[in-house]
């Protein structure tokens, strides 16, 4: 099991950090991802490390303002956000991709997903 923590309301070019705790589960040599989904939109890949591998993958729209980092002994994931803009608003969730691959932003490729924490920025 999968927990994301951390959202919160915040005004539009502050920070927050997103944490992603699992129990039950070991990180091992697994791809963890941060998905984003906004309001009327689909879930869409944010960033995506594996430790394991020391491959770290973002998104074009993040790139430079979020950094994803981990600690696969305590298996845990965090997502430093900084520079937020209202267009960052949406529920953020954290997932593990258990398959056969380094890294990827593919949602569909990651088969354990925890609850979503929201984040609101304000303009």
Not at 56 to 76: E, P, Q, W
Request: proline share 2%.
């Amino acid at each position: 099991q999968l927990q994301a923590s951390g959202g919160g309301l915040v005004q539009a070019g502050g920070s927050l950090r997103l944490s992603c705790a699992a129990s039950g589960f070991t990180f091992d040599d697994h791809a963890i991802g941060w998905f984003r989904q906004a309001p009327g939109k689909e879930r869409e890949g944010v960033a995506s490390i594996n430790q394991y591998y020391g491959s770290i993958l973002y998104a074009d729209s993040v790139k430079g303002r979020f950094t994803i980092s981990s600690d696969y002994a305590k298996n845990t994931a965090h997502l430093q956000m900084n520079n937020l803009k209202p267009e960052d608003t949406a529920v953020y969730y954290c997932a593990a991709d258990v398959g056969p691959r380094t890294n990827t932003l593919e949602k569909d490729e990651y088969e354990y997903w925890g609850k979503g924490t929201e984040v609101t920025v304000s303009s």
